[in-house]
């Protein structure tokens, strides 16, 4: 059974740029959700798909934008990068949306704006 | 809006020694609690999930303790090695979809 794994590993960007980060997740699961920790803090809901749907969206503006394929694997986007986007973005899936689902997080891509 | 605490921030013991880790929630409508495992610029590992139903789940040397009416968790690291040095992080999951709203962690030095 493969686990969650994520790309790339880092990631370096200035100001205004755009970037995509990946996520594949953990086989059979068809839930996935980002998260956003910077350094020192705990993790930062961002949002959830769940079957190619958002499925829940944390305080983060619309420039932070997702999408979910067929095979359950995922994509972060995220337009006009600032320096407080510097973090570690971490992806973790779930069998299913629901509430008592476990989930498994990636190793995540840290995200170096300057 | 419910909040995940944590302290103290950080924590050094000697090894060997036993050790409790707190963490404390807002609301009590949760529907789990998470603990898990960060070592330094690396992932989450989990290492507990404990259900609204139950009182305490067990890992080997961990075991984790939940009371929803006080809002309090506790993490119990026995016989703690420089090997569990990393930061803990408690989670809760407050509703029906699966966000997990985080604490700040403990970060934990286990010394030889």
């Known amino acids: 059974e493969t686990g969650v794994t994520q790309s790339p590993t880092h990631l370096i960007k200035t100001r205004g740029q755009q970037v995509t980060l990946r996520c594949s997740s953990q086989s059979g699961h068809n839930t996935v959700s980002w998260y956003q920790q910077a350094l020192g803090q705990g993790p930062q809901f961002i949002f959830q798909?769940?079957?190619?749907?958002?499925?829940g969206r944390g305080n983060f503006p619309p420039r932070f934008s997702g999408l979910q394929f067929p095979n359950y694997s995922s994509e972060l986007n995220v337009n006009a990068l600032e320096l407080d986007d510097s973090a570690l973005y971490l992806c973790?899936?779930?069998?299913?949306?629901?509430?008592?689902?476990?989930?498994?997080f990636g190793p995540g891509t840290r995200l170096t704006v300057l | 809006k419910q909040e995940v605490t944590q302290i103290p921030a950080a924590l050094s013991v000697p090894e060997g020694e036993n050790l409790v880790l707190n963490c404390s929630f807002t609301?009590?409508?949760?529907?789990?609690l998470q603990w898990f495992r960060q070592d330094p610029g690396k992932g989450l590992t989990s290492l507990l999930l404990i259900q609204s139903s139950q009182r305490e789940q067990t890992s080997g040397r961990l075991n984790a303790s939940l009371d929803k009416s006080s809002g309090r968790s506790t993490l119990y690291i026995a016989a703690s090695q420089p090997g569990d040095s990393a930061t803990y992080l408690c989670a809760v999951r407050p509703g029906a979809n699966s966000k997990l709203t985080f604490g700040k962690g403990i970060t934990l030095s286990v010394r030889p």
């Open positions: 973790a899936s779930s069998l299913g949306a629901g509430g008592y689902n476990e989930q498994f």
């Open positions: 609301d009590s409508a949760i529907y789990n």
């Open positions: 798909y769940y079957r190619e749907e958002e499925n």
